[in-house]
């Protein structure tokens, strides 16, 4: 293998790269809080662990233990695996590295040879990895499903998944269901038809595909005007969740296409804005719900399905907790879809409210008017983490947060981006208001609102906390059995909060924005917690006297 490819960095390996994962260990990943065996941590999306060796008490004593410092400027927007004493991840763009969990010691760096021109709307960024036996897989932007030895990096096999020339792509961490690799394709803002497929994780073969946005003569299609179908969008970005009792695998779907003219699209456009609940052994659709019907805000649904089995009105049932970039948290039972519940946790002013059956009674804003919340929506795809213990949903969101939404008359043109439309800049809401800039992309306005991370109550959906930030937050959350919550911020500074009340425990500076979920491992006996910031990942733990 080239060195282009392929980078040993070190060959003697204080411990074995032999890992060896089975689909059984990743149903049962609670069991072994000392690793993080898929991107969410386990199947339920609950990003929570059982590790409690931090605690509230000490977690004045936490310390930086050694940092990877990522050989690329992209966006660090992966959650590392971690796999007895072995941390694997990528760098942007789509580099994977295997390092010693313990020291940050490099064991190798596969590099990815992309095409020079990529079309990709919103970053060269990889979420991250799956792992099955001693196999790796990522997906690439330029639309490929890559299988690696996660002994030394050398590549498996290679699966084209869709074409990268037509703007797909894939950005999301894979998602390991028993035999299959299963991904959905990115590219909403150029117009793609977008789908799931699942993959056989031996040879890279297509065991099936789900075509969120469906064709004429399946159903759904009536809910498109005319061939407005053909282009209709429905990206996936975030890993979603798996439910080995039901057999279910649930993923939430990008906004329709294009993204601000719903008069180019007439009708619900299903399956955008959705999450699907789909038979992980045949792709078959199970049941679907549909968030933001019809969508003209770019509201995609992609954010971490969660899945909680509790009491609903008395009676056990299989729950599922979202709260969506449209500005609702919603209350699922994930066996059916049925619509439980649903309120705001941000300011909102596109819709009235939501009827019966969970569908938002829409109040479209004027001509030039300020829309709550705006293009980034109340959360996005950064994760929610759920706590047993307490028994809250913990998100990350933007409030006060608006923009002016535009739509325009555009045809399609294949390989160019298909929005007929602006989600609008933020608009000041006095003269001179500052602003503060963090980096070369990212700046915050008064417009734009805060950066807040809030304690949900899921029976109610109230607030029981709020810890609010001064820029927005682009951060995932962190829950552990100690009962505390570990974010971050687009500021760069990382948090660790009580669970409990919110109180801030312990604050650190990291000099770039999170934009990521943080996790936690655990090797030798002693707790670590992982975070990227800026192009660099951190890793912490407790000073040792």
Not at 113 to 122: G, K, V, Y
Not at 225 to 244: I, K, L, R
Not at 275 to 290: E, S
Not at 479 to 500: K, P, Q, Y
Request: net charge neutral; with cysteine.
């Amino acid at each position: 293998m080239s060195r282009r490819f392929l980078i040993a960095l070190l060959i003697l390996a204080p411990m074995s790269l032999s890992a060896q994962v089975s689909s059984d260990r990743i149903v049962n990943a609670a069991a072994e809080p000392q690793n993080w065996l898929t991107y969410n941590g386990a199947y339920n999306g609950q990003r929570h662990s059982a590790l409690k060796q931090i605690t509230a008490a000490n977690a004045k004593n936490l310390e930086l233990k050694w940092v990877f410092q990522a050989q690329n400027l992209g966006t660090f927007q992966a959650t590392p695996l971690v796999v007895d004493g072995i941390i694997y991840t990528t760098q942007a763009p789509n580099d994977v590295v295997a390092l010693d969990a313990r020291t940050g010691r490099v064991f190798w760096i596969y590099r990815y040879p992309l095409p020079a021109e990529i079309r990709i709307c919103c970053g060269q960024v990889n979420r991250g990895l799956a792992i099955l036996g001693d196999t790796l897989y990522m997906g690439t932007i330029d639309a490929n499903l890559l299988a690696l030895d996660a002994k030394n990096g050398k590549p498996i096999w290679k699966t084209k998944v869709a074409d990268n020339a037509l703007g797909y792509a894939l950005t999301v961490a894979p998602l390991v269901v028993k035999d299959k690799i299963i991904v959905g394709v990115a590219g909403g803002e150029y117009g793609i038809r977008g789908f799931m497929a699942a993959f056989d994780a031996k040879t890279g073969k297509e065991v099936w595909r789900f075509k969120i946005i469906p064709e004429p003569g399946e159903k759904g299609n009536d809910t498109w005007a005319g061939n407005s179908w053909e282009h209709g969008g429905g990206s996936v970005w975030v890993t979603g969740a798996y439910d080995p009792t039901l057999n279910l695998t649930y993923w939430g779907t990008g906004n329709p296409g294009p993204d601000w003219n719903p008069d180019l699209r007439k009708g619900d456009n299903l399956y955008s804005d959705s999450v699907i609940a789909l038979d992980a052994d045949t792709g078959q659709l199970k049941w679907h719900f549909q968030f933001t019907p019809n969508d003209a805000y770019d509201y995609d649904s992609v954010q971490v399905p969660v899945l909680v089995d509790g009491n609903w009105e008395g009676k056990p049932r299989k729950l599922m907790y979202w709260a969506n970039r449209n500005g609702f948290f919603y209350v699922l039972d994930r066996a059916d879809g049925k619509f439980l519940f649903g309120k705001p946790f941000v300011k909102l002013n596109w819709a009235s409210g939501l009827d019966a059956n969970g569908r938002p009674i829409q109040t479209p804003q004027p001509p030039g008017a300020e829309t709550f919340p705006g293009l980034a929506g109340g959360t996005n795809w950064f994760s929610p983490s759920y706590n047993p213990r307490t028994g809250l949903f913990y998100v990350s969101a933007w409030e006060n947060y608006r923009n002016v939404f535009e739509k325009t008359q555009q045809e399609y043109q294949a390989g160019r981006q298909y929005t007929a439309g602006r989600g609008g800049n933020p608009i000041p809401t006095a003269p001179n208001i500052p602003t503060l800039r963090r980096g070369p992309i990212n700046t915050w306005t008064e417009a734009q609102g805060t950066g807040v991370v809030i304690a949900i109550d899921p029976k109610t959906g109230n607030h029981e906390w709020r810890y609010p930030m001064t820029d927005v937050t682009d951060s995932g959350i962190l829950t552990t059995d100690s009962d505390l919550v570990i974010t971050g911020g687009r500021e760069g500074h990382f948090h660790v909060l009580d669970a409990r009340a919110g109180q801030l425990l312990w604050k650190t500076s990291l000099g770039g924005p999170i934009s990521s979920g943080p996790m936690t491992y655990a090797v030798d006996g002693k707790q670590y917690i992982a975070v990227n910031a800026g192009n660099s990942m951190f890793v912490f733990g407790l000073r040792e006297n």
